[in-house]
């Protein structure tokens, strides 16, 4: 009998995939021609499904980037790369130089999005281009690093996002096309949904997951509507009942993902504290407050400890740093390092206070809490206990360290309070006279909303002091709430004078926003201001603490969840006045306390129970936190003790994961061969692959010269089988009649049955199931051990995989060489032929 071989699903050994590599590409199944093949819409419906999915998903980073003026480059550029692929597979360039082109692709718009002025032509780069890259780069670390969430769209991190959603459109590209996984091109999707998962409060969001959803559905459905099935060679798109399955099984597993969320923790309000930096595992560095101030308030735990006590008649805030600089979208701490002094022995605030003074005593003992801003309570006049060299600032008393930080000090702070009255600030009309300029300048570029809302409130206000008391009951009215979510889920959370914008007209905020509205509005009306940074009065520990000549005094503590806010009114003669705007939060002092509420208003003064007395009841009173009982141990925030096991737990089984992956991949494999396999010819055919897999999982690699007899007679007398006679016959009968199957199907007459055979032919799971039994129970436990969780027909596929690329190069390049090698020996040869004919 003449055996005639019939086209395989596979290149290579015919009808075998040798460790389950992936299927051909598109343009290589059987009966096509692939230089001749018509490309058609196919690289063009996909670059639309891959930029739909990318570009879709980027829509979740809103909330992540302030507003939306980030959103136009991102999809420029989500579409110049998505359809330069598109375009050079239509002109039928091998897959490296189409990944080459799309790279070029994306550094030209990068290029010319971001460095026009200093590019060639607009598009070019050039070495302006690389000083300028260093500069958004550093920018953009900065970024990453130290702003809270929603950040300012900067140049530097809206580069950052387009160069990462230009090569994660690459990357979804190559995986849904040339290697033919689509299914694994959603890890690039999801690549772009866990930062808005990570760090927003409302997580993803709809419209991103829905039109992430929506392009990773038109990816897999453009794959399966165009390629053939690799096993019958029928198209999928004339199969409806395939078509109907995978939209039922697209419905449920969509229908799973919206239903789980609900149920895992984090996902219905984001894996990490609503507003997180975007580096959300590094530790706020304390360099910037007013950007890790709402990540202290939004912390679950109260991390960074600090315990203190004080005999001042009502606990005090402790202030870290001030903030005078209100220009800009991100205000910050100016350390004014050319004029600050050294030592904080003596420190003198440069003003006599016509007030009465209190001289204050306060031990402070930081614990872990790390900064470079020494917490004290103002205005400290010396310092004492500090190891490392600290300075200060004349112009605000902030003390700050020079070689050393807040973590484990323990020092005494020598304070002075003036004690302040209503009639004393109202009679504080004159100029404000040496007062540091920085503390009187208008910001620039002020909205018209807070310039009309400033003018507004203080209408009818004929002194410094009644503007002031305007504007704090303007922000306490009932019309203002008090929320740390309202700012992140509306994107206007951090400060700067947009910030503030948004929230005069929403109207909800945290201390951040009332502090810098009232100190903005106040400049505004003629009254220097200024805004600190530090923590409201804390809570009792029920202890005391004794300082020499002071005797015992209470103790309190503030931690992470105290971190607040406000702003400081200069009044002449009388110093820097601190006043409270943020209801709920903190003390308003009988200064600026109203003689009456307004009818249904409530002052929310020490509503939240932040302090064991206010200015009514100024006698601190130690008992307010009840001690624990004796041998009992204080019980602990059973958050802060799950947290850490599960984040544990969740590593370990994600390593797990990762070490398990070959196993559950050759598991899978199997699987699918054996049980996924329709019509009796492709049942032997898939029994067959999975044979030589199983011998190369055990020593007995086939080789590509070999044929099936050959490869099945070697395998046989190996001796990995068994001897032939007894008990071991059943496997060594089934590798025989495998082989026979498949040498029937591959190369046997074209089968007559309507299913592809003439004759049934039985299932060879059983007989698969005898070879593994066979090859298990005569090989060694470490042979046994590497077949089951490092399979090397399985190892040797990833490794193909992995080097595909880096193949094809040798490739291209040595056929580049072969045919620069031709033309050079043609040249040669006209050379030749002309010197020849010229020397007859």
Same mark, same amino acid.
Not at 25 to 33: A, H, M
Not at 124 to 130: E, F, H, K, Y
Not at 185 to 196: F, K
Not at 212 to 229: K, N, Q, R, V
């Given at each position: 009998?003449?055996?005639?071989?019939?086209?395989?699903?596979?290149?290579?050994?015919?009808?075998?995939?040798?460790? /389950?590599?992936?299927?051909?590409?598109?343009?290589?199944?059987?009966?096509?021609?692939?230089?001749?093949?018509?490309?058609?819409?196919?690289?063009?419906?996909?670059?639309?499904?891959?930029?739909?999915?990318?570009?879709?998903?980027?829509?979740?980073?809103?909330?992540?980037?302030?507003?939306?003026?980030?959103?136009?480059?991102?999809?420029?550029?989500?579409?110049?790369?998505?359809?330069?692929?598109?375009?050079?597979?239509?002109?039928?360039?091998?897959?490296?130089?189409?990944?080459?082109?799309?790279?070029?692709?994306?550094?030209?718009?990068?290029?010319?999005?971001?460095?026009?002025?200093?590019?060639?032509?607009?598009?070019?780069?050039?070495?302006?281009?690389?000083?300028?890259?260093?500069?958004?780069?550093?920018?953009?670390?900065?970024?990453?690093?130290?702003?809270?969430?929603?950040?300012?769209?900067?140049?530097?991190?809206?580069?950052?996002?387009?160069?990462?959603?230009?090569?994660?459109?690459?990357?979804?590209?190559?995986?849904?096309?040339?290697?033919?996984?689509?299914?694994?091109?959603?890890?690039?999707?999801?690549?772009?949904?866990?930062?808005?998962?990570?760090?927003?409060?409302?997580?993803?969001?709809?419209?991103?997951?829905?039109?992430?959803?929506?392009?990773?559905?038109?990816?897999?459905?453009?794959?399966?509507?165009?390629?053939?099935?690799?096993?019958?060679?029928?198209?999928?798109?004339?199969?409806?009942?395939?078509?109907?399955?995978?939209?039922?099984?697209?419905?449920?597993?969509?229908?799973?993902?919206?239903?789980?969320?609900?149920?895992?923790?984090?996902?219905?309000?984001?894996?990490?504290?609503?507003?997180?930096? !975007?580096?959300?595992?590094?530790?706020?560095?304390?360099?910037?407050?007013?950007?890790?101030?709402?990540?202290?308030?939004?912390?679950?735990?109260?991390?960074?400890?600090?315990?203190?006590?004080?005999?001042?008649?009502?606990?005090?805030?402790?202030?870290?740093?001030?903030?005078?600089?209100?220009?800009?979208?991100?205000?910050?701490?100016?350390?004014?390092?050319?004029?600050?002094?050294? /030592?904080?022995?003596?420190?003198?605030?440069?003003?006599?206070?016509?007030?009465?003074?209190?001289?204050?005593?306060?031990?402070?003992?930081?614990?872990?809490?790390?900064?470079?801003?020494?917490?004290?309570?103002?205005?400290?006049?010396?310092?004492?206990?500090?190891?490392?060299?600290?300075?200060?600032?004349?112009?605000?008393?902030?003390?700050?360290?020079?070689?050393?930080?807040?973590?484990?000090?323990?020092?005494?702070?020598?304070?002075?309070?003036?004690?302040?009255?209503?009639?004393?600030?109202?009679?504080?009309?004159?100029?404000?006279?040496?007062?540091?300029?920085?503390?009187?300048?208008?910001?620039?570029?002020?909205?018209?909303?807070?310039?009309?809302?400033?003018?507004?409130?203080?209408?009818?206000?004929?002194?410094?002091?009644?503007?002031?008391?305007?504007?704090?009951?303007?922000?306490?009215?009932?019309?203002?709430?008090?929320?740390?979510?309202?700012?992140?889920?509306?994107?206007?959370?951090?400060?700067?004078?947009?910030?503030?914008?948004?929230?005069?007209?929403?109207?909800?905020?945290?201390?951040?926003?009332?502090?810098?509205?009232?100190?903005?509005?106040?400049?505004?009306?003629?009254?220097?201001?200024?805004?600190?940074?530090?923590?409201?009065?804390?809570?009792?520990?029920?202890?005391?603490?004794?300082?020499?000549?002071?005797?015992?005094?209470?103790?309190?503590?503030?931690?992470?969840?105290?971190?607040?806010?406000?702003?400081?009114?200069?009044?002449?003669?009388?110093?820097?006045?601190?006043?409270?705007?943020?209801?709920?939060?903190?003390?308003?002092?009988?200064?600026?306390?109203?003689?009456?509420?307004?009818?249904?208003?409530?002052?929310?003064?020490?509503?939240?129970?932040?302090?064991?007395?206010?200015?009514?009841?100024?006698?601190?009173?130690?008992?307010?936190?009840?001690?624990?009982?004796?041998?009992?141990?204080?019980?602990?925030?059973?958050?802060?003790?799950?947290?850490?096991? !599960?984040?544990?737990?969740?590593?370990?089984?994600?390593?797990?994961?990762?070490?398990?992956?070959?196993?559950?991949?050759?598991?899978?494999?199997?699987?699918?061969?054996?049980?996924?396999?329709? /019509?009796?010819?492709?049942?032997?055919?898939?029994?067959?692959?999975?044979?030589?897999?199983?011998?190369?999982?055990?020593?007995?690699?086939?080789?590509?010269?070999?044929?099936?007899?050959?490869?099945?007679?070697?395998?046989?007398?190996?001796?990995?089988?068994?001897?032939?006679?007894?008990?071991?016959?059943?496997?060594?009968?089934?590798?025989?009649?495998?082989?026979?199957?498949?040498?029937?199907?591959?190369?046997?007459?074209?089968?007559?049955?309507?299913?592809?055979?003439?004759?049934?032919?039985?299932?060879?799971?059983?007989?698969?199931?005898?070879?593994?039994?066979? !090859?298990?129970?005569?090989?060694?436990?470490?042979?046994?051990?590497?077949?089951?969780?490092?399979?090397?027909?399985?190892?040797?596929?990833?490794?193909?995989?992995?080097?595909?690329?880096?193949?094809?190069?040798?490739?291209?390049?040595?056929?580049?060489?072969?045919?620069?090698?031709?033309?050079?020996?043609?040249?040669?040869?006209?050379?030749?032929?002309?010197?020849?004919?010229?020397?007859?």
């Amino acid at each position: 009998m003449t055996l005639t071989p019939q086209r395989s699903a596979h290149s290579g050994q015919p009808g075998v995939s040798a460790g /389950g590599g992936a299927p051909p590409g598109p343009g290589s199944f059987p009966g096509t021609r692939r230089a001749r093949t018509k490309v058609g819409a196919q690289p063009w419906l996909m670059a639309l499904a891959v930029a739909v999915a990318v570009g879709g998903a980027a829509l979740s980073l809103n909330g992540v980037l302030r507003g939306w003026a980030w959103y136009s480059p991102v999809l420029s550029t989500v579409l110049t790369v998505a359809f330069t692929l598109a375009g050079l597979r239509a002109l039928r360039w091998r897959s490296v130089f189409v990944m080459a082109g799309a790279l070029g692709a994306l550094a030209l718009i990068l290029t010319f999005t971001f460095f026009r002025p200093q590019s060639i032509l607009g598009f070019i780069p050039s070495g302006a281009t690389m000083t300028q890259l260093g500069r958004y780069v550093r920018r953009a670390s900065e970024t990453v690093l130290g702003e809270s969430a929603p950040v300012a769209p900067n140049a530097g991190i809206v580069l950052l996002v387009c160069a990462a959603l230009g090569l994660l459109v690459i990357l979804v590209d190559a995986l849904a096309y040339p290697l033919a996984m689509p299914a694994t091109s959603g890890l690039g999707i999801l690549a772009i949904l866990i930062v808005p998962a990570m760090i927003k409060p409302q997580s993803v969001g709809a419209l991103g997951f829905a039109a992430a959803a929506a392009g990773y559905l038109l990816i897999l459905g453009c794959s399966h509507w165009f390629a053939p099935d690799p096993r019958t060679g029928a198209d999928t798109a004339r199969n409806p009942g395939q078509f109907r399955r995978g939209a039922v099984i697209g419905a449920v597993a969509l229908t799973v993902t919206l239903l789980l969320q609900l149920v895992v923790p984090g996902f219905d309000q984001g894996t990490f504290p609503q507003g997180s930096r !975007l580096n959300p595992f590094g530790s706020a560095s304390g360099l910037n407050p007013m950007i890790s101030l709402g990540n202290s308030l939004r912390s679950p735990t109260g991390d960074g400890r600090i315990t203190f006590a004080t005999n001042a008649p009502s606990t005090p805030y402790l202030r870290s740093v001030t903030v005078d600089n209100f220009n800009g979208d991100n205000w910050a701490p100016d350390d004014r390092d050319d004029t600050r002094r050294m /030592g904080t022995g003596r420190m003198d605030p440069g003003f006599e206070s016509i007030a009465t003074e209190v001289r204050v005593v306060t031990a402070v003992n930081t614990g872990q809490f790390t900064s470079p801003y020494l917490p004290a309570p103002y205005a400290p006049e010396a310092v004492n206990g500090l190891s490392g060299r600290w300075s200060w600032d004349p112009a605000t008393l902030s003390i700050k360290g020079v070689d050393a930080n807040t973590r484990d000090q323990q020092y005494v702070v020598l304070s002075v309070a003036p004690q302040l009255t209503p009639d004393l600030l109202a009679q504080a009309t004159g100029p404000a006279q040496g007062v540091p300029e920085q503390f009187i300048r208008t910001p620039d570029n002020v909205p018209e909303i807070v310039r009309t809302t400033a003018d507004a409130v203080t209408a009818g206000s004929t002194t410094a002091y009644a503007r002031a008391m305007a504007i704090q009951r303007y922000l306490r009215s009932v019309d203002f709430t008090y929320s740390l979510q309202s700012p992140v889920q509306g994107g206007y959370d951090g400060n700067g004078l947009s910030v503030l914008a948004d929230f005069l007209t929403q109207k909800s905020g945290y201390c951040i926003h009332f502090a810098s509205a009232m100190a903005v509005m106040a400049r505004l009306e003629g009254i220097p201001s200024r805004i600190a940074v530090g923590y409201a009065p804390g809570r009792s520990t029920g202890a005391t603490v004794s300082i020499g000549g002071q005797g015992a005094l209470p103790e309190y503590e503030v931690d992470a969840r105290d971190a607040h806010a406000w702003p400081e009114l200069y009044f002449q003669g009388l110093g820097w006045v601190p006043f409270e705007p943020t209801p709920s939060r903190g003390v308003v002092p009988s200064y600026a306390t109203e003689a009456q509420a307004p009818s249904g208003a409530s002052t929310n003064e020490n509503n939240d129970g932040l302090l064991p007395g206010n200015s009514a009841n100024p006698t601190p009173l130690p008992n307010v936190a009840p001690l624990p009982l004796p041998g009992s141990a204080p019980q602990a925030d059973p958050v802060s003790v799950m947290l850490p096991v !599960l984040y544990s737990a969740g590593a370990l089984l994600f390593l797990g994961l990762v070490l398990a992956s070959p196993h559950l991949a050759r598991t899978a494999l199997r699987r699918r061969r054996l049980n996924g396999a329709r /019509g009796h010819g492709a049942a032997a055919l898939q029994a067959w692959a999975e044979l030589r897999d199983l011998a190369m999982d055990y020593g007995v690699a086939p080789q590509t010269s070999e044929t099936p007899r050959h490869f099945s007679e070697r395998l046989r007398a190996a001796g990995a089988l068994g001897e032939p006679g007894g008990v071991d016959a059943d496997s060594h009968q089934a590798v025989k009649s495998l082989t026979v199957d498949f040498e029937r199907r591959q190369y046997g007459r074209p089968p007559s049955g309507p299913d592809g055979d003439a004759t049934p032919e039985p299932s060879g799971a059983h007989r698969i199931a005898a070879v593994s039994a066979a !090859l298990r129970s005569h090989a060694g436990p470490l042979v046994r051990f590497r077949a089951a969780w490092l399979p090397p027909s399985i190892m040797a596929a990833w490794r193909r995989a992995a080097t595909a690329p880096f193949r094809a190069a040798r490739r291209t390049a040595q056929s580049t060489r072969r045919g620069l090698a031709r033309a050079w020996s043609r040249t040669r040869g006209a050379v030749r032929r002309v010197r020849w004919l010229r020397r007859s």
